[in-house]
């Protein structure tokens, strides 16, 4: 079963209707206890950091998807969902993260347009089961003006330019995490979500 986390800041229909058409049946909960049962969590977002972690604690979510990720299933972090897995972010001041790992969430330097809304490429850092079968280089949608920052490369999946190379993309075990929406990326994102529906049933 796919939990598909519902803290009431992600586009839950679009990612659901984009899960079902790879053939997983997510869950939209808010019940912690259908997360720890979980053979997989998947944490989409759109908005502030501050107010996911707000949301995340005041319905009991927080520490279920840590205990859930700690325990070696597979998680997909989308947008505000792969920022969340860091230790902190500057968004409307200091707020701490999952902490899962090491590194922070800053904002775009005012030298480029904020935020970064549309298609943008992606570069592999490293063989990726999560980008199977897709090439360096092709296109993803995005909307952000925060970007994550870590402190080993060794999770980073895939990097974006944007005026600045930022991490669009970690892997690490079963922790997948992507800044751009795979569900509004057409073909390419229906495909890195199959590789994901792979990762958890094989």
């Known amino acids: 079963m796919i939990a598909l986390i519902d803290y009431r800041m992600g586009n839950l229909r679009s990612v659901s209707k984009a899960l079902e058409r790879v053939g997983l049946s997510p869950v939209i909960t808010s ?7 979980a053979d997989a969590v ?27 990720i700690e325990r070696g299933k597979p998680f997909l972090g989308v947008c ?12 409307f001041g200091i707020e701490r993260g999952f902490g899962i790992f090491e590194g922070e969430v800053v904002l775009f330097p005012l030298s480029v347009k904020i935020p970064h809304i549309g298609w943008n490429q992606i570069w592999k850092r490293k063989e990726s089961f999560l980008f199977k079968d897709i090439n360096d280089g092709e296109y993803f949608y995005f909307v ?3 970007h994550v920052v870590p402190k080993k490369m060794e999770i980073v999946a895939t990097l974006t330019d944007y005026g600045i190379y930022f991490v669009s993309s970690v892997e690490y075990q079963n922790v997948f995490g992507v800044q751009f929406h795979p569900e509004k990326s057409q073909k390419l994102g ?13």
């Open 31 to 37: 019940d912690p206890s259908v997360v720890s049962k």
């Open 42 to 68: 998947v944490l989409p977002g759109v908005g502030a950091f501050k107010d996911a972690v707000r949301n995340l604690k005041s319905m009991g979510l927080f520490s279920p998807i840590i205990k859930h």
């Open 80 to 91: 505000l969902g792969l920022q969340l897995l860091f230790e902190r972010s500057y968004e």
């Open 144 to 146: 952000h003006s925060y």
């Open 190 to 202: 229906l495909k890195l979500l199959e590789n994901f529906r792979k990762a958890v049933y094989g």
